[in-house]
């Protein structure tokens, strides 16, 4: 059974502090996601990442950075925090073969900045 | 711009009623097709999936949906709902080929007891 993990289920923080979130899955998935979930806007792509060291900008990655060091491991980094960034972060891994697979995602991270 | 449409936003069903969710998508090309569920408090999960193939497809907990091709839609349907339904539910379309999919805003679904 795949499973996805990430660091945090609720996080609070203050405007302007580097904030870091954690996603780890255990399937070897080539491939891993960070979304944020906002009511209304459904789920918005922030950044992806194909391989180990390999990233590429989803629709929204203004204010946001990535990093994939490890397969297993997908780290989202808010550089300086705002009120705006407040939402639910969703991880999210997959197998990479030829065309989009099913995606597997981990719990959540509700984020609230103040 | 590629976008994924789902039309009811909120939708309040007594038991045993049947539901039709619709999704509509705007890509060119060849693409796989998804319904996601997210119960309250839960993971987002796979319902189901079509990639080729039969155009009905059939999922978990008695859900199917069909793609119309010549109609950019893949509707969720299901019979008859329970109790146990009430969730969010999002429709996703990747294009093959790429890694990155579309998700619609979701639709609510609340059944009532």
New interface residues.
């Given amino acids: 059974d795949v499973k996805v993990t990430q660091s945090s289920r609720y996080l609070v923080k203050r405007t302007g502090e580097k904030v870091f979130l954690e996603c780890v899955q255990d399937m070897d998935h080539e491939n891993m996601f960070w979304y944020r979930q906002d009511p209304g806007l459904g789920l918005r792509l922030i950044y992806f990442s194909y391989d180990v060291k390999m990233k590429e900008k989803g629709d929204i990655p203004e204010g946001y950075s990535v990093s994939r060091e490890k397969k297993e491991r997908f780290s989202l980094i808010l550089e300086s925090a705002s009120t705006n960034q407040t939402s639910m972060y969703l991880c999210a891994s997959s197998l990479r073969l030829a065309g989009a697979h099913e995606q597997y995602f981990g719990p959540g991270t509700r984020l609230t900045v103040t | 711009a590629q976008s994924v449409s789902?039309h009811n936003?909120h939708v309040i069903l007594s038991e045993a009623a049947s539901l039709e969710l619709g999704c509509n998508y705007s890509y060119g090309g060849t693409v796989?097709l998804?319904w996601?569920v997210q119960y309250p408090g839960?993971?987002?999960?796979?319902l189901l999936?079509y990639?080729s193939g039969d155009p009905l497809v059939k999922g978990i907990k008695g859900f199917e949906a069909e793609f119309i091709k010549s109609k950019f839609s893949f509707n969720l349907r299901k019979p008859s709902v329970q109790w146990s339904d009430t969730a969010e539910y999002?429709c996703?379309v990747?294009?093959?080929?790429?890694?990155?999919?579309i998700?619609?805003?979701?639709t609510r679904l609340k059944v009532l007891a």
Avoid at chain 2, 42 to 46: G, N, R, S, T, V
Avoid at chain 2, 94 to 101: D, I, L, V
Avoid at chain 2, 103 to 106: I, R
């Fill in positions: 789902q936003h796989n998804f996601y839960q993971h987002l999960q796979l999936k990639f999002f996703a990747a294009h093959r080929g790429t890694y990155k999919y998700f619609g805003t979701g």
